[in-house]
């Protein structure tokens, strides 16, 4: 152990304090709609071959492999939770390379610590560990979530610290090292397609080492044949056309044409990138790093390093908080540098402050998530079907898989690449043979209620309407707003099994005009008015039904009154679930004239649609009220309506 005021000990307890605030991901509140898919994926695959055979997606299967692994070994099937556990020992494994990376740094830079405390790591890596830990929680609980980005960190960290121990200690590594880094870029390769940007960084490192230290051409090739074996081998077992297909051709020609089309990617982007950076100000501190003793070689590894990730972050387009889990390595590793040449006092106080900015954002997992609305959807799906039976979701979010332990009938796992925007003309066709061949027992229609963007109507497609009338039976939850249950019925062709959508009023309790506002998607038209303001005009009409359909007058005992005053209780909720993003952006609608629509009426509007509100007296989002936000959006000068769909803000509604 080191002399008592070095720090080591107050570095260990904050090292203790961040393994607490990962744990939180633990806690039973949350699970993320992708390990929902990933799980449900895992859990339909019958063994590691022909992945596209049994769940469609568009990456490599290397995390559904994991999930498909973690049920076998917990026996937890659909649920993804079990999988967190060994995300917290990926996350820590991670943070230990890095620790160990950084001691290798300033061992290039002449700046060593020679001796060790707990672990076998000096109070520089143990700096380093405990950033790594903090920086991966941050800024959004989407980053304590287990997704491929998560799973590939320990992976990369072995990468990169079989380059750093070949630029300082052993430029001639053991034939066992160097295979095993390549077995861990393949199974990068397998996890995610932005791993290329990681095996550019390798062939540059090999280039600096070459050049620098002449490291043996052997060495590197059985690098490199490692890692070109472990992609042989999955795309053997997945199949090439398969794995090329969905990974490469889909992602490139579709996929980004449908998120330009989706996100503004230039605003999202920056704000993530914002959120992200308020969060890492200790990390401008290892600016000085740079220009203080550095080895060239030491300085290109790390800026090789940087740039693989901040490639791999763009490839994305920055649009969602997990992304930039690859940029966390390299700048834990600078912030040990610098951390370490301060004195006590500020060490304790930057970590103070990074914690307490990770605890803000890692609070979501108390503000409630989607967890429990389908939590009791899974409650339905399990009353209406036995264990052997397979449902299907239309919509966007796997979380009805998770919440009932029902299985998926067809490859598609949800709706997404079924429907619009995401669909092609083949998978439309491909979904439709797919549903015919094998029809679910219980098809579950949430379109309504738009999580993930899905908000299209089973009415859109012909087919599937007609099918749903012959063969199901609709069913609504008078607890449960924004589904509709179709339950597969032993006989076929009804005529009473319509679509709920297809159901118009009687005529003689409301006029025309608001027959038509009621036959709409409520939910479609109360989003789209407001996050989009060339839509504002359908904010005037939404209050004047409201109003409408609290003057009707009727026997409660009519089927058609009862029918009313439920279509009344959807459309209620769903401006609830809405308007709360209104009522963080008034000087928005009062510095801005909405198409067609003059100032003063827009305000009144948005008054009647925040007495609904407040009527039912829900509570204010914290993530509205939460400094990170607010400064993150005054940065890039960001309006708050920018803030995304899946972002935390609107989950909460």
């Known amino acids: 152990m080191r002399a008592r005021n070095d720090g080591t000990s107050l570095v260990l307890a904050v ?51 994991f999930y498909h692994v973690v049920s076998l070994l917990g026996g937890a099937k659909l649920d993804p939770r079990p999988a967190r556990v060994a995300q917290l020992v990926v996350v820590v494994l991670s943070a230990m390379g890095i620790g160990r990376c950084a001691e290798l740094v300033a061992r290039a830079r002449g700046d060593g610590e020679p001796s060790r405390s707990l672990f076998g790591l000096s109070r520089r890596g143990w700096i380093g560990a405990s950033a790594a830990l903090v920086v991966t929680a941050l800024p959004s609980p989407k980053m304590l979530a287990t997704t ?40 990068c390769l397998l996890f995610k397609q932005t791993a290329l940007f990681f095996a550019v960084f390798s062939l540059g490192a090999q280039l600096v080492l070459r050049r620098t230290r002449k490291t043996p051409f052997s060495g590197l090739f059985l690098f490199w044949a490692s890692a070109l074996a472990v992609v042989a081998v999955g795309v053997w077992l997945t199949g090439p056309r398969q794995l090329f297909y969905w990974s490469f051709t889909y992602p490139a020609v579709h996929l980004t044409k449908v998120r330009a089309s989706l996100f503004n990617e230039w605003r999202e982007g920056l704000c993530n990138a914002a959120v992200f950076c308020v969060g890492l100000w200790p990390v401008v501190l290892s600016v000085r790093f740079l220009r203080s003793r550095t080895d060239p070689a030491g300085a290109w590894l790390l800026g090789l390093w940087l740039a693989a990730g901040c490639g791999a972050v763009l490839a994305g387009k920055a649009l969602f908080f997990h992304y930039f889990l690859f940029l966390a390595p390299p700048l834990c590793v600078l ?13 304790g106080a930057g970590y103070a402050v990074v914690c307490l900015v990770a605890a803000n954002p890692t609070l979501g997992a108390f503000w409630g998530t989607d967890l429990s609305y389908y939590a009791k959807v899974g409650r339905v799906v399990r009353e209406l079907t036995s264990k052997d039976e397979s449902i299907f979701v239309w919509g966007g979010n796997a979380l009805p898989l998770a919440a009932s332990g029902r ?28 549903f015919r061949k094998n029809p679910p027992k219980l098809f ?61 009023e009687p005529p003689d309790l409301v006029d025309e005009p608001l027959e038509r506002l009621l036959a709409l998607p409520v939910t479609k038209l109360v989003g789209a008015s407001l996050r989009n303001l060339d839509h504002a005009l359908a904010l005037e009409p939404l209050a004047r039904a409201l109003d409408s359909l609290d003057r009707l007058r009727g ?29 963080g952006t008034r000087h928005a609608v009062e510095k801005t004239r909405l198409a067609g629509l003059d100032r003063a009426l827009a305000l009144d509007t948005l008054a009647r649609l925040e007495s609904e509100f407040r009527r039912r007296r829900r509570p204010l989002p914290l993530s509205l009220e939460s400094p990170l936000w607010w400064v993150s959006l005054a940065l890039v000068k960001l309006q708050p309506v920018a803030l995304k769909r899946d972002s935390p803000a609107q989950r909460t509604l």
């Open 148 to 187: 491929s980005e998560g799973l590939m960190l320990p992976l990369l960290v072995w990468v990169a610290l079989t380059w750093l121990r070949m630029l300082t200690t052993s430029p001639r590594p053991s034939a066992g090292r160097l295979v095993s880094a390549g077995v861990a870029l393949g199974l």
């Open 335 to 347: 912030y040990a540098q610098s951390g370490a040449a301060r004195g006590r006092l500020w060490l």
């Open 407 to 434: 299985g998926f009938s067809t490859r598609f796992v949800t709706a997404r690449l079924a429907a619009p925007p995401y669909a092609t003309p083949e998978t439309s066709r491909l979904f439709e043979a797919e």
């Open 555 to 583: 026997d409660e005992r009519e089927p058609s009154v009862r029918e009313l005053r439920s279509r009344r209780r959807l459309l209620s909720d769903a401006v609830v679930r809405e308007v709360g993003l209104v009522l």
């Open 444 to 504: 579950i229609d949430l379109h309504e209620r738009g999580d993930c963007g899905f908000n299209v109507p089973v009415d859109s497609r012909a087919w599937l309407a007609s099918e749903l009338k012959r063969n199901y039976r609709a069913r609504r939850e008078p607890s449960l707003p924004w589904v509709t249950f179709y339950v597969r019925a032993p006989g076929s062709g009804a005529d009473d099994r319509r679509p709920a959508a297809s159901v118009a």
């Open 15 to 65: 090292f203790v304090l961040a393994l607490l605030l990962r744990a939180l991901s633990l806690l039973p509140l949350v699970i993320d709609d992708d390990e929902a898919w990933f799980a449900a994926s895992g859990a339909a695959m019958r063994g590691f071959s022909r992945f596209y055979s049994t769940a469609l997606d568009n990456k490599p299967p290397g995390t559904a492999w």
